[in-house]
């Protein structure tokens, strides 16, 4: 029989006060593992969510950016009316040129200034991007400088609400609409129209193409080998899917941060466990001889300190998971490397980045007990019993 | 028995505790040394007396617009400049996208008038002014690939649409950024078909004092025209790029705290331990004389001791350990650019210190409170 639960939870409770400095300390660890890698995993599902499977992008040849890619009006024609891509009732292409230009703006909070990214969009490029919801204002009409911005931009940036006019190089843009992109990169950027923003960015080009496909996989195979060796285009085509996926490696600073903060911190709290449980266990050097001769195995006793410091841990991970929670959906946002542009997203924290945290606290909990367990364990009983 | 040698004596009592407490304050410490680091590094880009006469012209929209070639003369006539050269980031792919490394397309002449803090040799120098097709390398990326001098490379150009096909004609060290690579602007244009444009303006002012009004004049200069500028320092320049990675201030500030706040709780806490274990010497101590100051100050040694041993092994082990990174690791490659020097500086390891004298302060204040209050009798009472 093992030791009863209820023997460890009293004895965390009679020496509180080293217990809850034990707990805190790797509650704050956990802590932080679980903000560090929401940011890391909110930014990721940003880039993760965004593009329809069914859409192709065409880049120059060459290309890793949108911002810096360039495809002529040429280029643009003889794509259009390719056998393969899709058309709309009206025998319309599904095919939408696109410019993409970083513009650099004012924080809200006037702190600096950062660049955001301006995309030059027609009727076919929304009709493209079926996630897209107005939640304010109207649609911009092309010819009179007017753009809609995303939620997460207004929010972040000065005079970008409806009805507000922001400054880039001589132009100013009015802002007659916001729209929220179901979380993904597109909540990221200011959007006008493609023509205008080519006037005025002075662009004789456009920055891609996005098109929809045929649904006839080998049709659309064969297109695809067909543009990308025709000599007359210098392009690049790959699933707008697979485009955004690529830009998750902005994370992985983050990521890396997280982790290694996250290992060396807790080898700290694993200490500090220890130190207690040890503590623990000379404390209580009379209680393990009496239970010992109640009959008690050795292997009882291990597994009992074991637990009870698994618990300690277990406790302070809840709470660490605790802290942390507040966090998700909290807006915030860092510089994209692929495009040099500011990408805003949301802390993200989900069941399964909390059971990570709570494996954590459990990896701690097992190493910081261990020994003092098997201290515990080993000590004979009639010298257990002996001591004071 | 020497009042030292009786502080020591109890503060080895338990050799295990004090190992584990002294290795999770030596970590903490380490940690704490070594985000001010990178904190200073992202936030304090090195400034010294060449830096401080730079500024840099992009276009006023953003980086990411491009200027025309011909601003370049008339920035030249504006009086306090002294050098203006074109410089444009490449972006290219050497090889693998993994293998980033910083290219510019510069005006070959003009690149040691600009970057004058930098060493580059003059031999080598007249040979890469001399070829068309030549670069010039930082040491940290020749050594990072193992290049020589004459080798040849190609870059794959992502944002410009053309690849250039380099010779390594020369190498330069210290004062500068050493992953750089530059090449002549005029092989660029060439292979691209002369678009006439470029990135920025890096210009060198004659005296710092020009500074302010240079600024003013260049971008009165472009005003009302298709390609407006914007001028600033080199050191807004680049902290204009830092703001843009996000609040790394906030984050790495709230980090340092919580390091420092889950240390001090575990050394308040073994402190507690070990004074609690002690409460009856204490009361024996205080039976034969000795005061509560006395007593007090015996406590607040043992915890000074530990704390300070911990604030050494940790900030001078960070120092240690960043310079034999250096030796083995190249920063730079593994942080993609972001991480250049990493250098702990003697602020960092001083401000590190002083958190350890505030730990050695801070958590033997509630042991000792309890423990001089504590009456004589109570104190012989307790048996363990």
């Known amino acids: 029989m093992a030791v009863p639960l209820k023997y460890n939870f009293r004895n965390l409770r009679v020496r509180w006060r080293l217990t809850l400095a034990t707990m805190l300390g790797i509650a704050l660890v956990v802590a932080v593992f679980v903000m560090i890698m929401a940011l890391a995993r909110g930014l990721k599902a940003t880039y993760v969510s965004t593009g329809d499977p069914r859409n192709l992008l065409v880049l120059r040849k060459g290309s890793t950016a949108e911002s810096s890619s360039q495809i002529t009006r040429n280029e643009v024609r003889l794509i ?129 193409i996005l098109i929809r496909p045929v649904e006839d996989t080998a049709a659309v195979a064969t297109m695809i080998k067909r543009m990308e060796a025709d000599k007359q285009l210098s392009i690049r085509v790959l699933p707008e899917t697979e485009y955004y996926l690529e830009q998750t490696k902005t994370a992985a600073p983050i990521q890396w941060l997280g982790g290694v903060l996250a290992v060396v911190m807790s080898i700290g709290a694993a200490f500090s466990a220890m130190n207690t449980m040890y503590a623990a266990v000379s404390a209580r050097t009379r209680e393990i001889g009496t239970l010992r001769v109640l009959g008690f195995r050795r292997r009882h006793i291990y597994v009992s300190f074991l637990l009870e ?80 | 028995m020497t009042i030292p040698g009786f502080i020591l004596r109890n503060a080895f009592r338990n050799k295990r505790r004090l190992m584990l407490t002294l290795l999770s304050v030596t970590l903490s410490l380490f940690l704490f040394t070594m985000l001010q680091t990178a904190l200073r590094e992202l936030t304090q880009p090195a400034q010294t007396d060449e830096s401080a006469l730079r500024v840099v012209a992009r276009h006023k929209v953003s980086l990411g617009n491009v200027l025309p070639v011909k601003h370049q003369s008339r920035i030249e006539r504006i009086p306090g400049v002294h050098t203006c050269m074109k410089l444009t980031w490449f972006g290219g792919i050497y090889k693998d996208p993994k293998d980033f490394f910083p290219q510019f397309a510069v005006d070959a002449d003009k690149i040691t008038d600009i970057f004058s803090e930098a060493q580059f040799d003059p031999q080598e120098m007249a040979a890469f002014l001399k070829d068309r097709a030549a670069c010039v390398v930082g040491i940290k990326t020749m050594d990072r690939f193992g290049w020589k001098i004459g080798d040849k490379i190609t870059l794959q150009g992502t944002i410009w649409p053309c690849d250039p096909q380099l010779t390594i004609r020369a190498v330069y060290r210290g004062g500068i950024d050493e992953t750089n690579l530059f090449f002549h602007h005029e092989y660029m244009d060439e292979l691209c078909g002369k678009p006439s444009l470029c990135g920025t303006f890096w210009i060198r002012a004659e005296n710092a004092e020009a500074i302010p009004g240079l600024i003013q004049r260049i971008d009165e200069t472009f005003a009302n025209t298709d390609a407006e500028t914007k001028t600033e320092t080199e050191r807004a320049f680049v902290l204009e790029f830092v703001s843009m990675i996000g609040n790394v201030k906030v984050l790495i500030g709230s980090i340092c705290s919580v390091i420092v706040f889950t240390m001090i709780l575990v050394t308040a806490s073994t402190m507690s331990m070990a004074i609690r274990e002690r409460s009856r010497e204490i009361a024996i101590l205080k039976a034969i004389g000795y005061d509560g100051w006395q007593i007090f100050s015996l406590i607040l040694a043992e915890s000074f001791g530990l704390a300070l041993t911990g604030g050494v092994l940790g900030c001078f082990g960070a120092w240690f350990g960043t310079w034999l990174m250096f030796q083995h690791v190249n920063i730079a490659a593994v942080s993609n650019g972001m991480f250049i020097k990493f250098e702990v500086t003697p602020h960092i390891v001083v401000s590190g210190m002083l958190i350890a004298v505030v730990l050695g302060l801070v958590s033997c204040l509630a042991p000792a409170y309890s423990s001089i209050r504590m009456s004589v009798v109570t104190g012989l009472k307790e048996l363990d």
Request: charge should be positive; include cysteine.
């Open chain 1, 309 to 388: 410091s698994v618990i300690l841990a277990l406790l302070g991970g809840a709470v660490g998971c605790l802290f942390s929670l507040p966090l998700n959906g909290m807006a915030t946002g860092t510089m994209s490397w692929t495009t040099f542009s500011e990408v805003a997203f949301e802390f993200r924290i989900t069941p399964e980045l909390l059971m990570k945290g709570m494996a954590f606290a459990l990896v701690m909990g097992v190493l910081g007990g261990l020994l003092p367990a098997r201290l515990a364990a080993r000590k004979p009983v009639l010298d257990a019993l002996r001591s004071a």
């Open chain 1, 80 to 208: 259009k009316y390719l056998d393969g891509i899709a058309r709309d009732t009206d025998g319309e292409p599904l095919a939408s040129a696109e410019i993409l230009v970083l513009i650099n703006l004012d924080r809200l909070d006037r702190t600096g200034t950062a660049n955001v990214l301006v995309r030059g969009i027609g009727p076919v490029g929304l009709r493209l991007r079926t996630n897209i919801r107005l939640v304010e204002g109207r649609m911009f009409r092309p010819g009179l400088h007017e753009c809609v911005v995303s939620r997460k931009i207004a929010n972040r940036f000065a005079n970008c609400r409806v009805g507000e006019q922001f400054r880039s190089g001589r132009t100013l843009w009015r802002v007659v609409g916001i729209f929220e992109a179901a979380k993904t990169a597109y909540e990221s950027e200011i959007w006008v129209d493609a023509d205008e923003a080519r006037d005025v960015f002075k662009r004789n080009f456009y920055g891609s």
